[in-house]
């Protein structure tokens, strides 16, 4: 019972470097979504992909790219990453009814990310 | 502009003392209100989806209820084990599905 795996756990930059982090999900899921997460933030969508082959910004994407590999796995690139990066980087799934009514997103645990 | 409004931000309590949770929201045609609750270092764990006006769900000491406005996570006799941060987010019908986050309650249960 995976669910959604996230690599790597805990990951430290200096200014400029790049990155990618990994994503997988084993539920047969059609939707995925980056999130960061910043002490007194809530969680904020950075890109999602309604369906393989497709993604789409969210409300913070600067900075960011995405990769929908396959149906299981969604990656997040940082270019050259800022101090303003660090954070906690939550990759979920979902599966959608019709009419546009999603079913619950089921959350990894998440890439502790510093960057000096 | 859609908001989603958790309070109080901490809460903490006795062990056996009841209480609620209230997440209030400002959103453009819901679709669906979802709690989750967040352990430290963990990612948000789902608890239940309201859909509609006057619904409610339980799960053990947890009982979630939504109205038009508002929803309430409502704890009955909490023990140690229910210490942790719950988080209400809402799916509103022009997001394609997407979610906006509140910042969360972190709760702690006391023995």
């Known amino acids: 019972n995976a669910g959604v795996t996230q690599t790597p756990k805990f990951q430290v930059l200096k200014t400029g470097q790049s990155m990618t982090l990994q994503c997988a999900q084993d539920?047969?899921?059609?939707?995925m979504y980056w999130y960061r997460q910043d002490p007194g933030m809530g969680l904020r969508l950075i890109y999602y992909?309604?369906?393989?082959?497709t993604t789409d910004k969210g409300e913070v994407p600067n900075g960011y790219n995405v990769s929908r590999l396959n149906k299981r796995e969604f990656s997040l690139r940082l270019e050259s990453a800022a101090p303003s990066q660090t954070s906690v980087y939550f990759c979920a799934s979902s599966e959608v009814w019709g009419g546009g009514f999603n079913q619950p997103q089921h959350f990894g645990d998440g890439t502790r990310l510093s960057i000096l | 502009e859609d908001q989603v409004t958790q309070s109080p931000e901490a809460l903490r309590l006795q062990e056996g003392e009841s209480s609620s949770l209230n997440c209030s929201y400002t959103?453009?045609?819901?679709?669906?209100l979802f709690w989750y609750r967040q352990d430290p270092g963990k990612g948000p764990e789902f608890l239940f989806t309201l859909y509609s006006a006057g619904e409610e769900k339980e799960k053990e000491r947890l009982k979630a209820t939504l109205t038009k406005k508002e929803s309430f996570l409502h704890i009955t006799a909490p023990k140690p084990e229910d210490s942790a941060t719950y988080l209400c987010a809402v799916q509103t019908g022009g997001s394609q599905g997407n979610l906006i986050f509140g910042k969360g309650t972190k709760l702690s249960v006391k023995p």
């Open positions: 992909s309604a369906s393989e082959g």
């Open positions: 539920m047969n899921h059609n939707s």
């Open positions: 959103v453009s045609g819901l679709r669906g």
